[in-house]
């Protein structure tokens, strides 16, 4: 047995998430036999590049609610991507998401990632639509058919509890906010399951992580740094692609800029009291 350390940074770490999840025996299941649908997200988007349905160029259109440039915020809607509905591994193209979830069953699978997550197995969710976006449109459906949610989230978005959070948080409930207005949709542990850095390493090479610090600079920012103990060859694989994780460049993904924010009239900044 052997127990090694490496550094993910938060780019490397999704790559490793997706890699883990496409191979999750749960994820092949949809993948060849059913149904399933990968929702826009930054950690979504390097799941459709690894199943080739987008080139990596275009993940940052991948994505819906980001947090950039030091706020929540939106990407422009004309350029974003639609979330992809899956059957026995192939696109469809003819039907909304929307529509397309009506026919799921028990063994189909929601893939859709998270803003935060706790130690109590719960997954957080921002919320800029007033009427829930992709939460509000699926997650009713989901939990009375009893179909898997997976939520792909490195533990950069660990927090104390998101049930704390979400007590908070509301989009009429905030008097200001430095950015996008938004709720937090509390996934209940039993309900979502959390796929992590953790269990990607175990899905790929057999081996028992643990977090061991966080953080960094100089580009290392959001960092976390594990452990992993297994097998000889198997950790020694680990970190050979940990070591090619380390040439991950980070997803920029840009907002939707402020003058269509001050054009629909959702413009937050000038919302800001003036410091006394």
């Given at each position: 047995m052997m127990i090694a350390t490496f550094s993910l940074s938060p780019a490397g770490a999704k790559r490793l998430i997706a890699r883990g999840l496409i191979?999750?025996?749960?994820?092949?299941?949809?993948?060849?036999?059913?149904?399933?649908?990968?929702?826009?997200?930054?950690?979504?988007?390097?799941?459709a590049e690894?199943?080739?349905?987008?080139?990596?160029d275009e993940q940052p259109r991948f994505a819906a609610g980001?947090?950039?440039?030091?706020?929540?915020?939106?990407?422009?809607?004309?350029?974003?991507?639609?979330?992809?509905?899956?059957?026995?591994?192939?696109?469809?193209?003819?039907?909304?998401w929307e529509e397309f979830i009506m026919d799921f069953n028990?063994?189909?699978?929601?893939?859709k990632g998270a803003n935060a997550f706790d130690a109590d197995g719960n997954a957080g969710v921002l919320l800029a639509n007033p009427r829930?976006?992709?939460?509000?449109?699926?997650?009713g459906v989901l939990a009375?058919?009893?179909?898997?949610?997976?939520?792909?989230?490195?533990?950069?978005?660990?927090?104390?509890?998101?049930?704390?959070?979400?007590?908070?948080?509301?989009?009429?409930r905030l008097d200001y906010s430095l950015g996008q207005r938004c709720g937090l949709a509390l996934l209940p542990a039993g309900f979502a399951r959390i796929y992590t850095e953790i269990d990607a390493l175990k899905t790929l090479f057999a081996v028992e992580a643990?977090?061991?610090?966080?953080?960094?600079?100089?580009?290392s920012e959001g960092s976390v740094m594990l452990v992993i103990n297994g097998p000889d060859e198997a950790v020694k694989d680990a970190l050979a692609l940990a070591r090619?994780?380390?040439?991950?460049?980070?997803l920029s993904v840009p907002r939707q800029s402020c003058k269509d924010c001050q054009a629909s009239g959702n413009c937050v900044f000038k919302e800001i009291p003036p410091k006394d």
């Amino acid at each position: 047995m052997m127990i090694a350390t490496f550094s993910l940074s938060p780019a490397g770490a999704k790559r490793l998430i997706a890699r883990g999840l496409i191979n999750e025996p749960v994820f092949q299941q949809a993948m060849t036999h059913g149904r399933m649908i990968i929702a826009v997200g930054t950690t979504n988007s390097y799941i459709a590049e690894e199943l080739g349905f987008i080139s990596a160029d275009e993940q940052p259109r991948f994505a819906a609610g980001v947090v950039s440039g030091g706020v929540p915020c939106v990407t422009a809607a004309d350029t974003r991507f639609a979330n992809i509905c899956l059957e026995n591994g192939r696109i469809i193209k003819d039907v909304s998401w929307e529509e397309f979830i009506m026919d799921f069953n028990r063994d189909d699978v929601f893939v859709k990632g998270a803003n935060a997550f706790d130690a109590d197995g719960n997954a957080g969710v921002l919320l800029a639509n007033p009427r829930g976006g992709t939460v509000g449109g699926s997650f009713g459906v989901l939990a009375a058919r009893g179909c898997k949610l997976l939520v792909p989230v490195g533990h950069e978005k660990f927090i104390p509890s998101c049930t704390a959070a979400a007590r908070l948080m509301g989009i009429d409930r905030l008097d200001y906010s430095l950015g996008q207005r938004c709720g937090l949709a509390l996934l209940p542990a039993g309900f979502a399951r959390i796929y992590t850095e953790i269990d990607a390493l175990k899905t790929l090479f057999a081996v028992e992580a643990t977090i061991v610090a966080a953080g960094g600079v100089r580009g290392s920012e959001g960092s976390v740094m594990l452990v992993i103990n297994g097998p000889d060859e198997a950790v020694k694989d680990a970190l050979a692609l940990a070591r090619s994780l380390l040439n991950e460049k980070p997803l920029s993904v840009p907002r939707q800029s402020c003058k269509d924010c001050q054009a629909s009239g959702n413009c937050v900044f000038k919302e800001i009291p003036p410091k006394d």
